[in-house]
């Protein structure tokens, strides 16, 4: 009879979790830069009561997550392409209070409509990831031109163009002139 009882609540439990979505890596099939929202469909297929595998549905109205303060104005900004996985994270509650300031008119819990996305999962490394790992530094690239920062230094490669001044110590690469040249000595062009 104990037994019984003891199968019944773990399969009650299954039962449960199995309605339980927590984070599912997904594929980006649109974005709204405008609005930060994206269409993502998770990967991978979940099992019907009737015991049949179905493929996840797509998910709508998905907030992306992109590093930001925007109290502050801060912001690191990449661009998000159809195409590029994400990690999709399944909010404890739904979504709607907090996009539409709001209260919640439902409660829906764990529930794929409640997801939000972090882009950039990948299922393998990048040369980038294998530089900063190797030399302890933040890569930022794109193509060709990459700025690697370390303890030591900035370095980069490719053109750099800079509007308002540079300054090496407090020597201004804008206004600076050299003392002791023969001719004229105006200002940097």
């Known amino acids: 009879m104990l037994q019984e009882f003891v199968e019944q609540v773990e399969k009650a439990a299954r039962s449960v ?4 979505h927590t984070a599912i890596p997904g594929k980006i099939t649109a974005f709204n830069a405008g ?12 099992t019907t009561d009737s015991g049949r595998k179905m493929a996840y549905p797509t998910v ?15 912001c690191i900004a990449f661009p998000i392409t159809v195409g590029m996985d994400c990690l999709l994270i399944i909010s404890e509650q739904e979504l709607d ?14 529930d794929l409509t409640s997801a939000i996305a972090i882009p950039g999962l990948s299922n393998k490394g990048n040369a980038a990831l294998r530089e900063a790992c190797r030399k302890k530094s933040l890569i930022l690239q794109n193509g060709s031109t990459k700025v690697s920062v370390n303890k030591d230094n900035v370095e980069i490669a490719g053109n750099l163009i800079v509007s308002g001044d540079v300054k090496a110590g407090n020597i201004s690469l804008k206004n600076h002139t050299h003392a002791g040249v023969h001719g004229d000595t105006s200002k940097a062009k």
């Open 17 to 20: 979790m199995e309605e339980m």
């Open 35 to 46: 609005t930060g929202f994206a269409t993502v469909k998770p990967y991978g297929t979940y």
């Open 60 to 74: 709508t109205e998905v907030p992306v997550i992109i590093p930001q303060s925007q109290v502050n104005d801060i």
């Open 97 to 110: 209070a907090w996009i539409g300031g709001g209260e919640s008119e439902n409660d829906i819990r764990f």
